[in-house]
């Protein structure tokens, strides 16, 4: 029996009694005590006075507001802002590369049939590969940086560029990101079928671009692409900016599997690729055989002299069978 209907019941039997509960009850005036049968539960915020012979029980009903309207819809509301939060998480953009053309331009292809080209870049990538994973005597700072270049255009460096990153991408401990930092001239995306607005200099210029609006992840398992973006007459500054800095930081740290390859421009011919060389962790020189004068090779190396890791790499070489062959080279 709830409290109420015992101060019912006492009240009742208070009259049945022959008490006047008018005279205890001095405040309020006397009316016909309901039949137990008509007895009615108070109102919210009531007060149920019961008399007995000792004390006097006072019960108050708290109110119970019903929420109101925006509170009743705000648990629903907040949890569709977690699901279009979760559901607007910034993905890189997918592309399909044309793996039979880059086979046929001599591009290295996974699961293509045990050849040279792929025998050689096994050998190249090694001794890189052992530096980011720090199994040298000392390992060089943000040794996963690895940018490719050359003294002059035309040397092979944005092929030999795509092909090293497609070969630590066939690594079973490592993806790989390749960048397209050669701003000026860019034709490393043209080269494996690619098109792309936005990547480097935007991510550079807009700083509420965020780099996963750029990426472009590719059909190789692995391997993940940065376009150069949009032209820019300050690309120099930008590459040499606080900015840049903190990107490759970002890249160098983020993620220590990954190996970030950068196709840069020729040393000789601008200062884009001087200045992106003081971030790099390790330097590939690609020299053409037969071609390079070798002072143009010498003035390329000094332009990096002060890099603790530089490796260089001839290209286009004559092997016995007359095939273009890569190899390590030192000027």
């Known amino acids: 029996m709830s409290t109420i209907e015992r101060a019912a019941k006492r009240l009742e039997e208070l009259r049945r009694a022959g008490v006047d509960i008018s ?9 016909p005590s309901p039949a137990p049968a008509s007895i009615q539960t108070p109102e919210p915020q009531s007060t149920v ?24 819809a705000a648990a629903p509301q907040s949890a569709l802002q977690s699901d279009d939060t979760q559901g607007s998480e910034r993905r890189s953009r997918e592309v399909t590369l044309d793996l039979r053309n880059m086979s046929r331009a001599n591009l290295l292809v996974p699961g293509d049939p045990r050849s040279q080209l792929e025998e050689e870049f096994r050998i190249i990538k090694r001794p890189l590969l052992e530096n980011v994973r720090g199994q040298t005597a000392v390992r060089p700072h943000r040794a996963n940086l690895i940018m490719v270049t050359s003294a002059n255009p035309g040397e092979g460096k944005t092929q030999t560029a795509i092909n090293l990153a497609v070969s630590i991408a066939m690594e079973l401990d490592h993806t790989v990101l390749l960048v397209e930092a050669d701003v000026l001239r860019p034709t490393l995306l043209d080269r494996m079928g690619v098109q792309a607005q936005k990547g480097l200099l935007d991510v550079l210029t807009h700083r509420e671009l965020d780099l996963a609006d750029v990426l472009l992840k590719t059909n190789i398992p692995k391997l993940t692409l940065l376009p150069a973006g949009t032209a820019s007459s300050r690309s120099t500054e930008l590459l040499a900016s606080t900015a ?24 000789l011919s601008t200062t884009e690729s001087r200045v992106l060389s003081t971030h790099m962790g390790q330097v590939v020189m690609v020299v053409e055989a037969g071609k390079t004068a070798i002072g143009s090779v010498q003035q390329a190396f000094a332009t990096v002299e002060s890099h603790p890791v530089v490796l260089s790499m001839l290209n286009k070489y004559r092997g016995p069978k007359g095939k273009n062959t890569y190899g390590y080279y030192a000027p």
């Open 49 to 72: 006075g019961a008399v007995g012979r000792d004390d006097v029980i006072t019960i108050r009903l708290p109110q119970i507001e019903e929420p109101p309207a925006t509170t009743r």
């Open 244 to 267: 840049m800095d903190e990107l490759l930081e970002e890249l160098a740290s983020k993620y220590s599997d990954r190996v970030i390859i950068f196709d840069t421009p020729p040393l």
């Open 23 to 31: 005279e205890l009850m001095p405040d309020e005036k006397a009316a």
